[in-house]
């Protein structure tokens, strides 16, 4: 052709075009010094060609390669997205809008219908440029309701521009995709002063079609295909345009130049991909990573289960060379740790919600909290009933202002005054109380909470008014400079994208916008913004199913192409015009996506793999696959048998099917030793505790608060004592305001109210004081809550005895046996060893009650006494004679050495209820105490137990090695109870 027009070069593969534009790009040129444009659809396609040119020619230099959208920018600019949209919110009030006036109106934020509007102009420039000339002009012939975007769009006044760019004598577009109108009137115009060369991967009939009507079509001369059924199934493709039927066509050997994997979820088709590949490695020596290309409809699902799978360190796939590519700023830890700080206001700020949020590397680098502190952080959250919401201010939102307690700002005033003031006062400041239990360590952890609570506040105040682009993104940067400290470079595109949001926003920029509005740009703003590509690095890639459309790769694998991913769904909006007269070159999803799974099978040169869902991850049933998957399944059934090339994997990847010698073979070497297990002989389940530990030390003192911790819970205190942890559930931070609260809590509640009014303080000031905690419910809930309280703390104060009158003696007691010493510390009044409890009478407050006697008993001469006094009634137990106590403590600190060293079945409800059977004459192994003894285990059994022990066999473990006790009781668990709780029974009181 001549120095100026279109030309249109077409070849089935993207070789063929490469080689065509390498070879004009390399000849003769009129200006040696004039830079060569090509126009490429991705970076990934920008890597290639440089690459396969510098491989042909030995260099890349003097081309410039640049993207579709530039190029139209260049010929006739248009606003961008968010220009349009500020540009419309002034037209609202135009007559004839009134349809999209009450649209915005029932809209939180107009900015996001406006945005919708935007971007449908923008997509009538693109597709009808013909139509909004028409509008302009004051033409159209839509339906009255419709009637509103001629309107809006003739307010607007916006015509685009045409310039005349400074660009080569040869423009070279290369695998464009789908050419719009306004793409097509582009290089229609370009082509009226220069040479326009258009290069494109054969495609369907419409495709070709279009290409037609810009200029002269060029068939290129392809290469040949592989003589694979791979190469077969190619040849089908291009036969017919599009993936044919099945039937009619003959068989091929299945040389597993195409396999499909059936497996499950996205989680197991990725740890299929990782066997799979391995697998082609493992068979082809001359494979290398860079050869593979992993293309997926759904990069930001698959992207963190490929990172997770190609780290694990047993896997043979760690060592392989993978990255993960077209991934958007909106995977960028900056960018969403940004977008979740400014959601927060909207948030409630649960407690749980905001200690995950100072978890984040970012602030916690900011603020200092390691482990340890974050681990403590919980703690003081839940001790200073910390629940949710920031302050009163921000709970107003919620229509819940009245209620103050239970929010940050108290939460951490009530911190703050801990410090200062022993929480067991009833001192407050204003409406808040101290928190129990803080120490002085805690001042640097407490003072750099309230520095960031306070910075929330502060923070919230500023999001409540609106404000210009401009000024949102100087927010944005102060808030990542006040409560963020990210490592060097994490936040450079972030603060980029940033700076780039205000340039496309031009002049509209100074429009005031909301909270809700701004957030909801810059989420569509990282959405649309690539990351940093990674292309051509000599890695196997996982891209999207655009970056690598048309780049030949000697395999290619199609992960994840899922019915509820591919292809993707064409919702239209109902005013949009597009979808009520479509036209060829119009954006259609699902069309595209069928066409892409063309150019992916085409670009394969010696393989292609695809790994899908086959069965429901939760039911194991089987599903169909994404129809145009079904169809390449049936093309395959017409080439070659199709039983060869489909896989079926197993939900597990440990299971013996993945290594019984026929293919696919998994590689993980874990789970081949799982999958050895499973069909190896079954073992029984070993215990947790496998045998004796060593014994203590017989030197070594023994702590009277040991003693009675182990009594009260023996198995929770083997393992504290000599594990360093306990199996009790998890202490979690409560996130609602204490309503109704559980029985736990409410014995809290009242055990506080017990030791207040114990220590001396009036009931009307403990009210106050637990009013201000926190912890009691608001209103009419917590003063019912607390006359209960009061009520049975009344009842417990009544039944206190006369010593209880009597001030307080301290006694500190070593006291020595010949084998072991023992010490500690009680507290009598007078000669009465009292204990209270806000509960019912139970017997592990009897065993406490008990030790404590016989050690003072045994250390002091007497009489003494111990009173327990609890809601249900009061228990009173004599002390024995200093010989009798000592031989009794001589056999409870046997049972302790013992029991810390194998686990005992000493559960003192379960032990007590026996001991009962026993003293009235009943036979404990009577069947018809057997739903007792369940009740007892499960109210006592918890996980601690559950670890070593199981109902009912627990009732029946032998005696063993252990010898004292009675020697007629056949069963561990009825020593124990014999030797524990006769000698308590006998010194009972009435």
């Not at 999209?100 to 107009?110: K, M, N, P, V, Y």
């Not at 290129?220 to 059924?229: F, S, Y």
Request: with cysteine; proline share 8%; hydrophobic share 45%.
């Amino acid at each position: 052709m001549g120095d100026s027009g279109i030309g249109v070069f077409q070849a089935r593969h993207a070789e063929v075009l490469a080689d065509r534009l390498i070879s004009t790009l390399t000849g003769p040129a009129a200006d040696a010094f004039e830079t060569q444009l090509v126009i490429v659809p991705s970076a990934a396609m920008q890597r290639w060609l440089s690459q396969r040119m510098a491989r042909s020619a030995g260099i890349c230099a003097g081309v410039e390669f640049r993207s579709a959208a530039w190029l139209a920018a260049q010929v006739s600019p248009l606003p961008s997205e968010q220009e349009l949209t500020l540009l419309l919110h002034p037209l609202l009030g135009l007559p004839g809008l009134e349809r999209l006036r009450e649209h915005a109106a029932a809209s939180r934020e107009a900015d996001s219908p406006l945005r919708r509007v935007a971007r449908r102009y923008l997509s009538y420039l693109e597709h009808r440029p013909q139509m909004l000339e028409e509008w302009a002009a004051g033409r159209h012939r839509l339906p009255r309701d419709q009637a509103w975007q001629a309107t809006l769009w003739r307010a607007i006044g916006l015509k685009p521009d045409w310039h005349t760019p400074d660009l080569p004598s040869l423009v070279n577009v290369f695998c464009p995709g789908t050419l719009s109108q306004r793409l097509r009137g582009i290089l229609a115009r370009l082509a009226q002063s220069r040479r326009v060369d258009v290069y494109q991967v054969s495609g369907s009939a419409e495709q070709t079609h279009i290409l037609a009507a810009l200029g002269p079509v060029t068939d290129l001369p392809d290469q040949p295909r592989p003589q694979t059924l791979l190469g077969h199934l190619q040849d089908a493709f291009a036969a017919e345009g599009e993936i044919p039927a099945a039937g009619g066509q003959p068989k091929v050997p299945a040389d597993q130049s195409v396999t499909v994997h059936l497996s499950h979820g996205l989680d197991r088709q990725v740890e299929v991909l990782r066997d799979t590949l391995a697998a082609a490695f493992d068979s082809d020596p001359t494979l290398e990573p860079r050869h593979v290309a992993i293309l997926t409809p759904d990069v930001a699902a698959v992207a963190p289960l490929v990172t997770a799978a190609f780290q694990d360190s047993a896997h043979p796939a760690t060592g392989f060379r993978l990255r993960v590519a077209d991934q958007t700023l909106a995977e960028n830890p900056a960018a969403a740790l940004l977008l979740r700080l400014l959601r927060l206001p909207d948030s409630r700020m649960e407690a749980g919600e905001v200690l995950e949020l100072l978890a984040e590397p970012p602030i916690a680098r900011r603020f200092r909290f390691g482990p340890d502190q974050l681990q403590r952080l919980g703690e003081l959250v839940a001790r200073a009933s910390i629940r949710w919401g920031l302050d009163r201010r921000h709970r107003a939102s919620f229509g819940l202002d009245a209620v103050v307690q239970n929010t940050w700002i108290a939460g951490v005033q009530r911190l703050l005054l801990g410090i200062a003031m022993d929480g067991n006062t009833l001192a407050y400041a204003k409406t808040v109380s101290p928190a129990d239990d803080v120490d002085s360590s805690d001042a640097a952890l407490i003072g750099s909470l309230a520095e960031l609570v306070a910075r929330l506040s502060r923070l919230f105040a500023v999001l409540e008014a609106d404000a210009t682009l401009p000024q949102w993104i100087a927010t944005c940067q102060h808030i990542l400079a006040a409560l963020t400290s990210f490592e060097p470079g994490q936040e450079q595109a972030l603060h980029a994208a940033l700076g780039r949001i205000c340039e496309d926003a031009g002049e509209a920029s100074g429009h005031q916008m909301s909270r809700w509005a701004f957030t909801r740009l810059l989420q569509r703003e990282f959405e649309g913004r690539p990351a940093r590509p990674g292309f051509g690095d000599g890695s196997a890639v996982v891209a999207g199913l655009h970056s690598l459309r048309w780049i030949p790769h000697r395999v290619v694998v199609l992960l994840g192409w899922d019915a509820e991913r591919y292809p993707r769904s064409a919702p239209h909006d109902g005013d949009d015009l597009l979808a009520t007269d479509p036209q060829p070159g119009d954006p259609d999803p699902p069309r595209q996506d069928r066409q892409i799974l063309r150019d992916a099978v085409n670009a394969a040169s010696q393989r292609l793999i695809v790994i899908a869902a086959g069965r429901d991850e939760s039911t194991n049933r089987e599903v169909a696959p994404a129809a145009p998957i079904a169809e390449l399944m049936d093309t395959l059934d017409t080439l070659a048998p199709i039983a060869e090339l489909v896989f079926h994997h197993p939900l597990q990847p440990f299971s013996p099917a993945c290594f019984d010698g026929s293919a696919p073979r998994g590689y993980d070497p874990v789970s081949f030793r799982g999958a050895q297990a499973a069909i190896g002989p079954r073992a029984a389940r070993p215990r947790r505790f496998a045998g004796p530990l060593p014994a203590l030390p017989q030197d070594a003192p023994v702590a009277l608060s040991d003693l009675v911790a182990f009594f009260s819970h023996p198995a929770r205190f083997l393992l504290r004592a000599r594990a360093g942890f306990t199996l009790s559930d998890p202490v979690t931070v409560a996130e609602e305001i204490p309503i109704d609260p559980d029985p736990l809590a409410r014995w809290s509640i009242g055990r506080r109210y017990l030791d207040l009014r114990l220590a001396g303080n009036e009931p009307a000031n403990i009210t106050q004081a637990l009013w201000l905690s926190g912890d009691v419910p608001p209103a009419g809930l917590g003063s019912r809550l607390l006359e209960v309280a009061g009520g049975d703390v009344q009842l417990i104060t009544r039944r206190l005895p006369a010593a209880a009158a009597a001030p307080p003696q301290v006694h500190d007691m070593v006291l020595e046996r010949p084998d072991f010493t023992l010490s500690g510390r009680v507290t009598t009044h007078g000669d009465v060893l009292l204990n209270t409890e806000f509960s019912r009478l139970q017997p592990r407050h009897q065993l406490v009650a008990w030790v404590q006697l016989l050690t003072l008993s045994a250390s002091e001469p007497g009489p003494w006494q111990a009173v327990t006094v609890t809601k249900s009634r009061v228990h009173a137990l004599t002390g024995p004679d200093p010989l009798w106590a000592g031989q009794l403590l001589d056999s409870l600190v046997a049972v302790y050495r013992y029991g810390m060293q194998t686990p005992i079945p000493a559960l003192p409800r379960l032990c007590e209820l026996f001991a009962r059977h026993r003293r009235t004459g009943q036979d404990p192994a009577d069947p018809a105490h057997r739903n007792d003894y369940g009740r007892c285990w499960e109210y006592d059994g918890d996980e601690n137990w559950r670890a070593f022990f199981s109902y009912p066999e627990v009732l029946t473990l032998p005696v063993g090695d252990f010898q004292a006790g009675d020697p007629s009781e056949a069963t561990l668990l009825g020593r124990l109870a014999r030797l524990i709780w006769d000698p308590l029974v006998e010194c009972e009181r009435p």
